[in-house]
């Protein structure tokens, strides 16, 4: 192999080491912040993420990495799983996002643990067997971002779309009679 072109794989596998050692972990409540295209983000060593045994490593977290760095997933369960909440305009365009990816669930033969309130769910991916973050769980975690992109989700802060201490999504003012004109 020519000089140049081992030299340049070698930047590249040093760039991929230094991107994958950024992957965001949300672990024991411990955060440390950084600032990515203008919005923050949680990081820890790449060596906090609990991949899949059988799994190929390097395309797990560069697809994670990809999720986390570009996306509005974060990482969950010690390392293990990746989780996000979304919010649509209204209960019917959130459940026709719940049957879309329940679909693809099937196809995919993978499903996620989440969870629904009016017009918000919250989608946790994770491996159960093997343990760990998968290929399956990244490709599902993309999948629901191309479903929710097709059924206009609303951009919301993180917060807003997040479960409760009871691990339940938070309703907000789902309930609350709206206020008509007088």
Same mark, same amino acid.
């Given at each position: ?11 590249? &596998?040093?760039?991929? *080491? +230094?991107?994958?050692?950024?992957? /965001? %972990?949300?672990?024991?409540? !411990?955060?440390?912040?950084? $600032?990515? &295209?203008?919005?923050? *983000? +949680?990081?820890?060593?790449?060596? /906090? %993420?609990?991949?899949?045994? !059988?799994?190929?490593?390097? $395309? ?123």
């Amino acid at each position: 192999m020519h000089s140049s072109a081992q030299e340049i794989m070698s930047m590249n &596998s040093r760039a991929f *080491a +230094v991107r994958a050692s950024r992957i /965001a %972990v949300d672990r024991f409540g !411990g955060k440390q912040s950084r $600032t990515f &295209s203008g919005r923050s *983000a +949680v990081m820890v060593d790449a060596s /906090a %993420v609990s991949i899949s045994q !059988g799994e190929d490593q390097a $395309t797990v977290l560069a697809q994670a990495s990809e999720l986390v760095d570009h996306g509005k997933w974060k990482m969950c369960n010690e390392g293990k799983g990746l989780e996000r909440g979304f919010k649509f305009k209204t209960f019917n365009a959130t459940w026709e996002f719940m049957n879309n990816v329940a679909d693809e669930c099937k196809k995919a033969r993978h499903h996620p643990e989440w969870s629904n309130v009016y017009n918000k769910a919250h989608i946790r991916w994770t491996t159960h067997s093997p343990e760990g973050l998968s290929s399956k769980d990244t490709t599902m975690a993309k999948f629901c971002d191309e479903a929710a992109k097709k059924l206009h989700e609303i951009d919301v802060a993180p917060d807003e779309v997040r479960l409760g201490s009871s691990g339940k999504v938070e309703a907000g003012d789902c309930c609350t009679p709206k206020k008509t004109a007088a």
